[in-house]
């Protein structure tokens, strides 16, 4: 089991940036991937990034934060983080942090919810006009 908390949500005008940050406990040597979702209000919960948790490390964006937002991790302390820049409204919502277990990360999975296993509680984003 892993435990994951989220943290780093806010409220942010337009333009602006936050970082959020996952951290991680339990069996996270078991992981082989950490991975951030979103979602807003009356919407499925979708894919934003995610990054491996090899030596050495992949990463995949959603096409709509590509060059807004970068995912990176710190092995050592068990987080993962994602550094989001030039915040749009269409932004917000509530921030998951996840881990894939069962599954090595592929091209094929790494957007996919049902293949991660574990879910942090979430962290709001409010980004204003």
């Known amino acids: 089991q892993v435990q994951l908390v989220e943290s780093g949500g806010g409220l942010v005008q337009a333009g602006g940036s936050l970082r959020l940050s996952c951290a991680a406990s339990?069996?996270?040597?078991?992981?082989?991937?950490m991975g951030w979702f979103r979602q807003a209000p009356g919407k499925e919960r979708e894919f934003v990034a995610t990054?491996?948790?090899?030596?050495?490390?992949?990463?995949y964006y959603a096409d709509s934060v590509k060059g807004r937002f970068t995912i990176s991790r710190d092995r050592a302390k068990n987080a993962v983080y994602l550094q989001m820049n030039s915040l749009r409204p269409e932004d917000t919502a509530v921030y998951y942090c996840?881990?894939?277990?069962?599954?090595?990360?592929?091209?094929?999975?790494?957007?996919?919810?049902?293949?991660?296993?574990?879910w942090g509680q979430g962290t709001q984003v409010t980004v204003s006009s």
């Open positions: 996840a881990s894939m277990k069962r599954k090595t990360l592929t091209t094929s999975n790494y957007y996919l919810k049902n293949d991660y296993d574990d």
């Open positions: 990054i491996s948790w090899y030596i050495i490390s992949s990463t």
């Open positions: 339990g069996r996270t040597f078991s992981s082989y991937a």
